[in-house]
Structures are given as C-alpha cells and as structure tokens.
C-alpha cells in the first residue's frame, strides 16, 4: 500500500509513467488537483479504494490519467490558480472529453455551469461549467455554523456517511441529466427543519459532493467514483 506523508512545508511529488492498468494492478491513476485543500487526505483515500492517486499542479499532468478529483478549499482561489497555472481550459477540455471528475466542496462548485454567492446573486468566478448544476457557496452559513450529519448517499452500501460540512455549498438547482445521491435537511437558527437540499449528485462519469469525505476518513464515495471510472474504462 502507498504511502503519503511530508513535513510541513514539504512539497508534493509524485513519480509518473506510461499508463499501464496491468502492471500498476488494476488500479487507476486518479489526479488530485494541489492548488489547495485536502490533498493528501484524498491520496490516503483514493490508495484505500484502490487507486494510484497522484497530485496534479501543471496541465501536461493531466495526459495520462484515468479521473481527476477536485478537492475542497476556497473555489474562487483554486480558479484563479488553476487560471493562472494554465490548468483551467485543459481541464475543462479532458472532463468535456469523458475523463471522471469527483468535486468535493469547492470541487463541486468549480464543475458547475454557475456558482451563486451566499445571498443568492450569480458569483463571478472561474468555473469549469462540466455538470448541469448551479451551486450556491457557503450556502449552510458561515465557519461557526458547520456541522456534520449521517447521510444515506445512493449507490453507497454499508449504511450512512457521516458527513463533514465546513462553509458548505449546497446544489441549488439540476438539469435533466443529474441524478440527487443524497440530500440533507438542515434547520435554521431556531431549530426549525427549512428546504431540503441536493449534498451529492452524479452526471454521467462526474460525481460532485458537498461535505468533505475525507475529513471522516470514509472511502466509499471515492470508492463509488471509482466504479465510474472503471465504467467509462470499459466502455471504451
């Protein structure tokens, strides 16, 4: 089994080669974007599904692989890096092409066609616009009002997720082709359930969540990406 660890202030590398499912084990190569976030606990993760997971900073690293996984952190930062480091356009080109992409939090805003801010005005960010989702930012409230909840997620087996939700965005809206994983009902200031909203959605090869799977250290999500990318290998 892999392993992933540094030092503070140690930077990220990962050895690349031909693409070969055969010789690496059958285990897909699966991209972490590392302009921000919880990368490495997404490595430790996917090698737990059973992936080779590789972090991904220049658009020349995403030739060979077989899925990307956009991780949580600041959405309108990890666009105008992924802007400035070149990365945005390729990326938006290979997820339009068929490669996998799973979007956690940030992750899931950047997939959508449109982000809204908190209060429900379009945002003016960078965006990849590969899902048919509008995802409103910070939608559960502020730093203080995260939480976590048990969640039922479709296509997940081994009874609920627990769900880390940290400045969560929610997805406001879906078009024909997205299909609801999982919802939650939050409550509001005064304890009274409001709207339930989508938390987890899949479109074709692109799933989007948007809690953090990583931080309860669950696999099953990253192992239900897996089983689309393994679906779109063997189509083609």
């Known amino acids: 089994m892999a392993r992933f660890e540094r030092v503070p202030g140690e930077a990220l590398v990962a050895g ?29 993760l ?3 599904a059973g992936a080779s997971g590789v972090p991904v900073k220049r658009a ?26 070149g990365l945005l356009e390729p990326l938006r080109k290979r ?15 950047l997939l959508s066609r449109s982000a809204l801010s908190p209060d429900g005005s379009p945002s003016e960010q960078p965006l ?16 203080v ?17 627990h769900a880390v939700f940290i400045r969560a965005p929610w997805i406001e ?3 024909p082709d997205v299909e609801v994983l999982a919802s939650v009902a939050p409550v509001d200031r005064d304890g009274r359930p409001v709207d339930v909203k989508v938390v987890v959605a899949r479109q ?18 990253h192992e239900l990406f897996l089983e689309l990318v393994r679906e779109r290998a063997s189509r083609s």
């Open 16 to 44: 690349r080669g031909p693409r070969d499912w055969d010789a690496d084990g059958g285990r897909p190569r699966i991209g972490v974007l590392a302009l921000q976030g919880d990368v490495l606990e997404h490595l430790r």
């Open 46 to 48: 996917l090698d737990q």
């Open 60 to 85: 020349e690293e995403l030739e060979d692989l077989d899925g990307i996984l956009i991780p949580g952190g600041e959405s309108t930062t990890i666009g105008r890096l992924a802007t400035l480091y």
């Open 95 to 109: 997820i339009a092409g068929g490669l996998p992409a799973f979007g956690t939090c940030a992750g899931a805003i």
């Open 128 to 143: 990849l616009g590969c899902m048919d989702t509008v995802v409103r930012r910070n939608a559960f409230g502020s730093q």
């Open 145 to 161: 009002e995260s939480f976590e909840a048990d969640l039922e997620v479709a296509g997940v087996e081994g009874g609920p997720m």
């Open 173 to 175: 809206s879906t078009g």
């Open 204 to 221: 074709g090869g692109i799933l989007a969540s948007a809690f953090h799977p990583e931080l309860a250290g669950d696999a099953r999500l």
